[in-house]
T-cell receptor, first 116, second 113 residues
Framework: AQKVTQAQTEISVVEKEDVTLDCVYETRDTTYYLFWYKQPPSGELVFLIRRNSFDEQNEISGRYSWNFQKSTSSFNFTITASQVVDSAVYFCALSESLFDNNDMRFGAGTRLTVKP | NAGVTQTPKFQVLKTGQSMTLQCAQDMNHNSMYWYRQDPGMGLRLIYYSASEGTTDKGEVPNGYNVSRLNKREFSLRLESAAPSQTSVYFC????????????FGEGSRLTVL
């Protein structure tokens, strides 16, 4: 079965620092899908990105960027010039299918605190 | 835009009591899910419903039952609550063709004494 490891339980940075959240995954499938979700203090998880295993291009969206490396089974998330509003718990997740509703596995999450 | 609405937000139960968590979505999604979130364990799927009229077990279904009342509503029932069911419960929904984008409610914090 697939597995997602987020080794960093908590990270604390000062505003404007860059921060990288690590995600390491395990899967036996050659086709799979990786995700990042953000859980702000309000509680509901918010989808950030989906990356397909066959697309190794890195993605940038504003201050957010994602580095997908199949060779190390990692899908790391970097926030550039962090802001207080980035404070949240971030979850990495893996699914081996887009059509199996039972399939998504989440990591334990990384709590990011950005101090002013 | 309500999205996914869960009730209640907080609940305290005694061991052995029963309760139902309600969930409703207004996005016309076919698929709905119940997850539990525990410290250090991320989110784990309890039950899901791929479409109206169907329900299936997820990773941790023991001690729970679900009902997909209609396309909008998906309830989670604890028949005889146990302290191990103390958790934060999340309802989510998605399109039938699962893109991976789950839409979550704000969560329901349940404490079983």
């Amino acid at each position: 079965a697939q597995k997602v490891t987020q080794a960093q339980t908590e990270i604390s940075v000062v505003e404007k620092e860059d921060v990288t959240l690590d995600c390491v995954y395990e899967t036996r499938d050659t086709t799979y899908y990786l995700f990042w979700y953000k859980q702000p203090p309000s509680g509901e998880l918010v989808f950030l990105i989906r990356r397909n295993s066959f697309d190794e291009q890195n993605e940038i969206s504003g201050r957010y960027s994602w580095n997908f490396q199949k060779s190390t089974s990692s899908f790391n998330f970097t926030i550039t010039a962090s802001q207080v509003v980035d404070s949240a718990v971030y979850f990495c997740a893996l699914s081996e299918s887009l059509f199996d509703n039972n399939d998504m596995r989440f990591g334990a999450g990384t709590r990011l605190t950005v101090k002013p | 835009n309500a999205g996914v609405t869960q009730t209640p937000k907080f609940q305290v139960l005694k061991t052995g009591q029963s309760m139902t968590l309600q969930c409703a979505q207004d996005m016309n999604h076919n698929s709905m899910y119940w997850y539990r979130q525990d410290p250090g364990m991320g989110l784990r799927l309890i039950y899901y419903s791929a479409s109206e009229g169907t329900t299936d077990k997820g990773e941790v279904p023991n001690g729970y039952n679900v009902s997909r009342l209609n396309k909008r509503e998906f309830s989670l029932r604890l028949e005889s609550a146990a302290p191990s069911q103390t958790s934060v419960y999340f309802c989510a929904s998605s399109e039938l063709e699962f893109s991976g984008e789950l839409f979550f409610g704000e969560g329901s914090r349940l404490t079983v004494l």
